[in-house]
């Protein structure tokens, strides 16, 4: 199922005016049925003609100032040998996620950049991988995550948290070529080939049930870090 949101105004001919697609961020709720989850779902050009999907789960009623947990799933398509998304919208000092094909199931990557070289591990946010929504087939791969840490961090700016609600702005890089240990996490990985950004509304992934959710797929919740959420 797929909810396009009030964002981008629609003429009498149902055709999108033109001015407004280049410059507001369409935000897509899809409800993924694999997983159950409802995702705020944005797509990033990784070539000129594919693209990569980049999906998030949020808790719904999170507490103002509260860090909380978020679910990522990522399509990423057979090209790439590795795609990563970046919290706080640049390369440098904010967690950026990166994940490498790695036979059905992607290795997921925690990591820090302190300057335009290679990023570091960082032991600041975890991954969790859900026992679904991961794999890969002849022109895709796919993997989805619970991560602690994504949206809240000490970077460039400070304390920083993505408010659940908000639409922030995305960085995101990838690159063909393949990393060196694909079921490594500390791999070493090739420099991107492509880099740019994406406007991703937060608030079109919110889900009241999101610690149920969590627990059909095979993740205990996140405690206090995911608010007051539902619980079973
Ligand atoms: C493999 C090691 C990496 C190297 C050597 C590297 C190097 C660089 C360099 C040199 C630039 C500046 C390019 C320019 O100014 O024209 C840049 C920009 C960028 N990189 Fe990386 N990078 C690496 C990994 C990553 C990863 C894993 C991400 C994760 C998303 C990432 C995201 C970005 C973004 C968003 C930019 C845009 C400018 C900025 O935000 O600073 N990079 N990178
Ligand atoms: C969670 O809900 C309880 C009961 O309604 C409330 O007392 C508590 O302050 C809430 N916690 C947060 C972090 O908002
Ligand atoms: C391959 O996987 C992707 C991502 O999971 C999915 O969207 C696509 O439909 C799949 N293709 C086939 C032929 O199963
Ligand atoms: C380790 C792990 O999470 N594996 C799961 C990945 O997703 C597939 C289905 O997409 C499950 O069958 C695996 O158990």
Known sequence: MRTAYGLVALGAAGIPAPERLALEARAVAIVDQETGFTFSETKAAATLTSNIVYRIATPANVPAGQPYDIVLQVIAPTSLGWVGLAWGGSMIRNPLTVAYPNGQKPTV???????????????????????????????????????????????????????????RRLGFACAAGKVSNPSSTTSSIPVHDVYNYITHDFSAGANPNFEALLQRNGVSGGGAETGNTTRL
């Open 109 to 167: 990557s925690s990591r820090w950049a302190t300057g335009h070289s290679t990023p570091q591990a960082y032991t600041g946010a975890t991954y969790t991988p859900l026992s679904s929504g991961n794999k890969s087939n002849g022109t895709h791969w796919q993997y989805t995550v619970k991560c602690t840490g994504c949206t809240t961090y000490t970077g460039s700016a400070g304390a920083t948290r993505i408010d659940p609600l908000s639409t």
